[in-house]
């Protein structure tokens, strides 16, 4: 079936530091790529996503790019704040129609200290 | 924009009683609506995918008849948690999609603590 594999962590980094986080994904076709953004305490907030190959998605500073050969969406900031401590989610859909869910991978926490 | 309201946020129970979580999408239609369970630094898990006017999906391994899920209308769908046990203790969100665009919305979650 669909999965995401992404880092695990937790990673711990100091401000103004250059974030990766590495996504992979198993699918069949082409599905659609996410990364959500949970905050303590908090639900979850979508931060960028992508519908195809090589597009880019970007938000607040975070970048991913969907690589179709290598079946990845890595999540990079060049220069992270402590505000940005928080869990971050790769995700899948398989087809943006209704009834798709999204498929999560375990999530890796990142703490930025000043 | 679009906005999904999950009531309540939190709520503390005793074992054996059952506690209703709603879901509802403020300003959109959706059809289909999906509850996830997040178990602490976990992932989240697909629990079931409900539809409006009609029966839930549930996911291998969820009990259907502890987790009674009702979608009795576009804009509202109720999960409950029947007998419930301190291992059913977990934060619950919802997702709702939209009908005309499929785009999906998530709620603020529930944390339900069982005592």
């Known amino acids: 079936g669909d999965s995401v594999t992404q880092m695990e962590g937790p990673v711990t980094l100091s401000e103004e530091a250059f974030l990766t986080i590495n996504c992979t994904y198993t699918a069949t076709g082409y599905p659609s790529l996410f990364w959500y953004v949970q905050y303590p305490g908090e639900g979850l907030q979508l931060l960028l996503k992508a519908t195809k190959a090589d597009d880019k998605g970007s938000n607040k500073g975070f970048e991913a790019t969907y690589r179709k050969e290598t079946t990845s969406f890595h999540l990079e900031k060049g220069s992270v704040q402590v505000s940005d401590s928080a869990v971050y989610f790769c995700a899948l859909r398989k087809r943006n129609s209704g009834n798709t869910p999204l498929v999560f991978g375990k999530g890796t926490r990142l703490s930025v200290i000043a | 924009g679009a906005v999904v309201s999950q009531h309540p946020s939190r709520v503390i129970c005793k074992s054996g009683t059952s506690v209703k979580i709603e879901c509802r999408s403020l300003?959109?239609?959706?059809?289909?609506m999906f509850w996830y369970r997040q178990f602490p630094k976990k992932s989240l898990m697909l629990m079931a995918t409900s539809n409006e006017g009609s029966k839930a999906t549930y996911e291998q391994g969820v009990e259907k008849d502890k987790f009674l899920i009702n979608h009795a209308s576009l804009t509202l769908s109720t999960l409950t948690v029947t007998s419930a046990h301190p291992e059913d203790s977990s934060f619950y969100i919802c997702?709702?999609?939209?009908?005309?665009?499929?785009?999906?919305?998530f709620g603020e979650g529930s944390r339900l603590t069982v005592l």
């Open positions: 997702s709702a999609s939209n009908t005309g665009t499929g785009e999906l919305f």
């Open positions: 300003d959109f239609q959706a059809t289909t």
